[in-house]
């Protein structure tokens, strides 16, 4: 296959990237900054630019079999970065007729149909309060997501907090929202489940939180 990965040079995407290829499939990067993705591979091409930028977006997919959608959005990130990606990564899938989209999103993102407990609704309630600006981004992101049209077979994975280290294996994929006492999942197991459901598909039209 060949796979588009926006947000290819952070840390997920890195894994993705890593793990797209070790299994042979060919791999379309979009990172902001070339010098970020330090990974060299002949069925690796990089392309350089801006995910808010429509134009670049449509490069980036083009003859794409599926696409990964590892844009992070921080606190220095402007603002409607993730809803104006998203809006332009859908434009152009439904151009060139691409219909498998795996992303990732955050665990403080409401979805139609979730009902957290308390201590999810806690944990939500706090991220929502440390980084507003992110999260309502990364909401309005998941919006546009959730109402793009029937024929678009996505995915969108929602972790706790990540960190890095090797894979610990044994990713879990649920409806139970993760509380404050969640243990957090190492980038490189996102990264897996990322490539598993791009590849093996699974979960369409559905936002399971990723767990252990």
Do not use: F
């Not at 079999?65 to 992070?72: E, N, S």
Request: glycine content about 10%; proline content about 4%; aromatic content about 2%.
């Amino acid at each position: 296959m060949l796979l588009s990965i926006l947000g290819a040079a952070g840390g997920v995407g890195r894994e993705v990237v890593r793990l797209a290829l070790a299994e042979g499939h060919e791999v379309r990067a979009l990172v902001r900054d070339k010098e970020r993705l330090t990974i060299s591979h002949e069925r690796l091409m990089v392309v350089e630019g801006d995910a808010t930028e429509a134009a670049v977006v449509a490069s980036a997919l083009a003859e794409a079999d599926a696409v990964v959608y590892a844009l992070g959005v921080s606190k220095r990130s402007a603002a409607d970065t993730g809803r104006r990606a998203m809006e332009h990564v859908l434009a152009a899938m439904c151009t060139v007729g691409i219909t498998r989209l795996v992303a990732i999103n955050g665990a403080a993102t409401q979805v139609a149909g979730d009902a957290p407990a308390w201590q999810a609704r806690l944990a939500a309630a706090l991220a929502r309060r440390l980084l507003p600006d992110v999260v309502a981004d990364k909401q309005a992101e998941a919006d546009v997501l959730a109402a793009s049209g029937g024929g678009l077979a996505w995915t969108m994975v929602r972790p706790p907090r990540l960190v890095d280290g090797p894979p610990r294996g044994g990713y879990r994929l649920s409806d139970d929202a993760p509380g404050l006492t969640t243990r957090a999942i190492r980038r490189a197991d996102v990264g897996r489940a990322l490539v598993d459901l791009t590849v093996g598909g699974g979960h369409e039209r559905q936002a399971p939180y990723l767990t252990y």
